[in-house]
């Protein structure tokens, strides 16, 4: 089963990527993309780690 994301996961870790990449990850932008992540996967009924990695990978690995 393909997990699926949503625009705002994607906004939300783009933006904490880019911040971490800059070596500027603040505690509130990574609690704001794992709650984001915790509520999509409740939602959804996916597995919290599951939408995790895909999120990860779509976003730091979009080739793959």
Not at 15 to 41: C, G, K, M, P, S
């Amino acid at each position: 089963m393909a997990i699926e994301l949503t625009d705002e996961l994607i906004a939300l870790e783009t933006a904490a990527w880019a911040e971490q990449q800059d070596n500027r990850l603040t505690v509130n932008t990574a609690a704001a993309v794992q709650a984001a992540i915790t509520a999509h996967a409740q939602a959804t009924g996916q597995s919290r780690y599951e939408v995790e990695t895909a999120l990860k990978r779509h976003v730091r690995h979009p080739e793959t």
